[in-house]
């Protein structure tokens, strides 16, 4: 059975940082694109992050860019969200998902795990 299981996610305060895990299990995922996606209380899931399989190709979303890192173990099946100098609107459930190509759409990812809530008060 395959499980994508998410870690790391917290309380913080503005301006700190967490860095969030997604292990996953029941199969390699080693040739798989990996994503992170959020999604915030009223509001529609959005695109956060993607890698490549090689973790040669990262794609960040506007938001995110220059604050959000976006890695990967395929020795360890788990990839890794570095968030940094977090914000209010930084707050959300967090979703870990692979895919066979990175894509910004979520509906290209097959497996996804059930969130960690980030949350950032000002």
């Known amino acids: 059975q395959v499980q994508l299981v998410e870690s790391g996610g917290g309380l913080v305060q503005v301006g700190g940082s967490l860095r969030l895990s997604c292990a996953a299990s029941?199969?390699?995922?080693?040739?798989?694109?990996m994503a992170w996606f959020r999604q915030a209380p009223g509001k529609e899931r959005e695109f956060v992050a993607t890698i490549s399989w090689s973790g040669g190709r990262t794609d960040y979303a506007d938001s995110v860019k220059g604050r959000f890192t976006i890695s990967r173990d395929n020795a360890k099946n788990t990839w890794y969200l570095q968030m940094n100098s977090l914000k209010p609107e930084d707050t959300a459930v967090y979703h870990c998902?692979?895919?066979?190509?990175?894509?910004?759409?979520?509906?290209?990812?097959?497996?996804w795990g059930q969130g960690t809530q980030v949350t950032v008060s000002s």
């Open positions: 029941g199969r390699t995922f080693s040739m798989y694109a």
């Open positions: 998902a692979a895919g066979p190509l990175p894509s910004t759409t979520a509906d290209m990812y097959r497996y």
